[in-house]
């Protein structure tokens, strides 16, 4: 294929993805507006709302009649709570956001720019904040389906929240994930269950490592925005004394190179030691003058919060000890703990 065939190929497919987005946007506002219909006419009177589930199976049996598939009574019912769901979050998300237009808010209409699916799935999320962050999160990372149960099924939204206080937490719904210091990288834990790695079986920081390179898409994944992958076992020389670190990252928003060591037992001190060795080492000879300081993290089974806090400085911005979790644990769990800490 020549040159010119080439970019007419890419135009048209471009073409057709933007044509196919916008197919679906269109599609997301109807079904909203078949809720409203739905609704209103249920509401208009008592005894309405009495046979409201006779009437959608009439409705649904017209439908069909006039348009073909896609109008069950399970749909129809989807598009009623899609309605409910996301009329009541209405005034919230509003104040939520802030870029909103003024005409948006004149049109008293949502702003839907996910797919229909994705909404299916959002709106049985009852927390309007927690649906919130991941309706914002999968529009700007371009989440699919998968990627966004992925995420809500190992409580993205409630390990993030664990490391903010209250108005760190309102900032998830607001704005989703923002990247600004070291601190917003950070969850607790890591969750790394495509590893395949059973919580209770043995295995050597050998092999959690060449686990993590054989699934490192997931792994970047799971370390959220702007990563990407330098190298493994990195070789630091001084003084003819070799040290490896395990893998090395860039995160492209904040402008830092990112170290990751791997400890499959308890930290100690020593772990931290050696992990501001190698932060040290990347900032003297590795890093430009134009980027930011080196952050290290050291992924770990368990740890002792005191003793972290103690060993590093009080004005640490470099060096984190993360727990890591080879299996997802339940999400009252984590709801748990975070009602527990803000």
């Known amino acids: 294929m020549n040159e010119l065939s080439q970019q007419i190929a890419q135009l048209i497919q471009e073409s057709r993805q933007g044509t196919l987005r916008q197919i679906n946007f269109v599609m997301v506002h109807t079904y909203y507006e078949i809720g409203r219909c739905i609704v209103t006419f249920l509401q208009n009177g008592r005894e309405r709302a009495d046979y409201g589930s006779h009437l959608l199976s009439v409705v649904s049996t017209d439908l069909t009649k006039l348009l073909g598939r896609g109008y069950s009574q399970d749909n129809l019912e989807n598009m009623r709570r899609f309605y409910l769901a996301y009329s009541i979050s209405e005034t919230v998300s509003r104040k939520l956001d802030e870029n909103e237009s003024a005409l948006q808010k004149a049109l008293d209409q949502p702003i839907f720019s996910l797919s229909w699916s994705h909404y299916l799935f959002l709106m049985r999320v009852d927390n309007l904040q927690e649906r919130r962050f991941y309706e914002i999160e999968a529009a700007q990372n371009n989440w699919s389906l998968r990627e966004l149960r992925r995420n809500f ?22 704005r989703g994930q923002i990247i600004e210091q070291p601190q ?53 020389t001084f003084d003819e004394e070799h040290f490896w670190v395990d893998l090395v990252f860039y ?40 980027e930011e300081k080196t952050i290290g993290i050291v992924l770990c089974k368990s740890k002792n919060q005191t003793m972290v806090e103690i060993t590093l400085p009080t004005d640490n911005d470099q060096i984190f000890a993360q727990k890591y979790q080879t299996i997802i644990p339940s999400k009252e769990e984590f709801i748990h703990v975070l009602n527990a800490s803000i």
């Open 251 to 290: 995160n492209r928003i904040l402008r830092r190179f990112v170290l990751i060591d791997l400890k499959i037992g308890k930290l100690t001190p020593q772990d931290l030691g050696q992990m501001q060795l190698y932060v040290n080492y990347y900032d003297r000879y590795v890093k430009l003058d134009e």
């Open 184 to 236: 917003d990288l950070l969850k607790e834990p890591y969750i790394l269950e495509f590893l395949g790695l059973d919580e209770k079986s043995r295995y050597s920081e050998k092999k959690l490592e060449a686990a993590i390179i054989n699934k490192i898409e997931y792994f970047l994944l799971e370390l959220g925005k702007g990563f990407t992958f330098v190298a493994r076992q990195h070789r630091i």
């Open 153 to 174: 099924d190992t409580s993205l939204y409630e390990r993030l929240a664990l490391s903010r206080d209250k108005d760190g937490v309102r900032a998830l719904a607001e």
